[in-house]
């Protein structure tokens, strides 16, 4: 295979993989209530599954029941009162961290992080409605697509070589540039600026997860998604653009352009 052939190797599977987990993202945000919140609920429980198979032994058995527990805590975090929730929410990282063996600040905090994101998203959907939710999803989209791209066709400086060794400068540049356009479609000025900001968290996302399994020595989070890797190296941007959105929203509230 020639370099120029292994360097896109991966793009039919990334393609397919993309097509069919946008088509479902897709019914399920158009659904919203408990469909939707079902689907969040089932990708948090199995990207917590990945998180602590990532730290834990090959022979631990401590993956599936997190996964579930965290599932299920997922699922009826938000039909809780206002003040059991955030206690709720984090017991599956409080259990997680008990049981593992070592880097428990990492996995109590990653795994309080994952938590927080995927009721963000279940909360944007039944407060803001479809509009806000898909603006967030098209961001994070728009700054992948875009990074993957200009970042291998322009090259160039790495962004962070010790964390992320692929991300360059330019297809970091890149997906802020895509974002605005995401936003300047949506409508304001605010929003044009918060898309960019939510670029850059869903980056962070994406460099946080690669710093765990940097540290774990693992190369994907699974194998659950073909020529993507799992749930994590999937949706670890959006994770982190979704709870820059959620503490924006609470603490200062979202532009909803026109």
């Known amino acids: 295979m020639s370099a120029v052939s292994e360097k896109w190797a991966d793009l039919g599977p990334r393609i397919l993989s993309a097509i069919v987990m946008v088509a479902i993202g897709a019914v399920e945000v158009w659904l919203g209530g408990y469909w939707f919140h079902a689907l969040v609920a089932a990708v948090g429980g199995g990207m917590i599954w990945e998180l602590t198979r990532m730290m834990t032994s090959p022979s631990s058995r401590l993956p599936i029941p997190m996964g579930v527990l965290s599932a299920v805590v997922l699922f ?9 929730m955030l206690p709720v929410l984090l017991a599956p990282a409080i259990v997680g961290a008990t049981q ?4 428990r600040l990492i996995y109590g905090a990653y795994a309080v ?3 927080l994101a995927c009721t963000g998203l279940m909360l944007l959907r039944d407060f ?6 898909v603006w967030l999803v098209l961001v994070v989209i728009a700054t992948d697509v875009a990074g993957y791209f200009v970042g291998r066709i ?10 992320s060794p692929k991300k360059t400068w330019s297809g970091t540049v890149g997906g802020w540039v895509a974002a605005a356009a995401v936003g300047a479609f949506f409508g304001s000025w605010p929003l044009i600026l918060v898309s960019v900001a939510t670029a850059f968290f869903s980056q962070m996302g994406d460099a946080a997860e690669s710093a765990i399994k940097r540290r774990t020595g693992v190369k994907d989070s699974s194998h659950l998604i073909p020529g993507h890797g799992g749930l994590l190296d999937r949706f670890d941007a959006l994770m982190g653009a979704a709870l820059f959105v959620m503490l924006m929203g609470a603490i ?3 532009p909803t352009g026109q």
Request: net charge positive.
């Open 113 to 115: 992080t994952l938590m």
């Open 128 to 133: 803001n409605g479809i509009r806000l939710i």
């Open 252 to 254: 200062v509230g979202l």
């Open 100 to 103: 593992i063996e070592k880097d």
């Open 76 to 84: 009826i975090g938000p039909e809780m009162p206002h003040q059991a």
């Open 154 to 163: 322009v090259g160039g400086p790495k962004f962070w070589p010790k964390v």
